[in-house]
């Protein structure tokens, strides 16, 4: 089944918002276009995330997606999902000619003024962004997508 991203809500936009589309690759990975009030998981193919980037690039312009790398601790299976969603979300993105920045977990959290720690970044995604539906951890990919729209914002 195919997800409709067709519809754009119709909200008030302004300066204050981030309106860039912000883009979290990681396992619970989502995309985040705050401007028009719009968090949304991770698409499950590329193909789907075509769809939606097809709908959604005239809202944005420019893209800031999350660097992954691997870590020691993580298995080859773990490592290879990410690096092949890493590439994959890449190649869509050249593909349809969509400028986009990668920046580091690390650096957004650090100019941001956040922490490491994943659930104190989703407790401030849901201040910055009331409207969100963040209110479980599963949801820690929407924050995430959320607070990189918020740094391509105020950094890019």
């Known amino acids: 089944m195919t997800t409709d991203y067709t519809a754009l809500p119709d909200v008030e936009i302004n300066e204050r918002v981030a309106p860039y589309l912000g883009i979290d690759p990681g396992k619970t990975g989502a995309l985040a276009l705050p401007a028009h009030h719009l968090v949304v998981d991770m698409p499950p193919s590329a193909h789907d995330l075509c769809d939606l980037l097809i709908e959604w690039d005239k809202y944005f312009p420019i893209v800031i997606l999350e660097r992954q790398q691997a870590f020691p601790h993580q298995g080859v299976t773990s490592s290879f999902t990410t690096g092949e969603r890493y590439g994959m979300l890449q190649g869509v993105?050249?593909?349809?000619?969509?400028?986009?920045?990668?920046?580091?977990?690390?650096?957004?959290?650090?100019?941001?003024?956040?922490?490491?720690?994943?659930?104190?970044?989703?407790?401030?995604?849901?201040?910055?962004?009331?409207?969100?539906?963040?209110?479980?951890?599963?949801?820690?990919?929407?924050?995430?997508?959320?607070?990189?729209?918020?740094?391509?914002?105020?950094?890019?």
């Open 93 to 156: 993105l050249a593909a349809r000619g969509l400028p986009y920045r990668i920046v580091g977990a690390s650096m957004w959290k650090r100019q941001l003024g956040l922490p490491a720690d994943k659930e104190l970044v989703r407790a401030r995604a849901r201040e910055l962004f009331p409207w969100a539906e963040l209110h479980l951890k599963k949801y820690e990919g929407r924050a995430h997508a959320l607070m990189l729209a918020e740094w391509g914002r105020r950094f890019a």
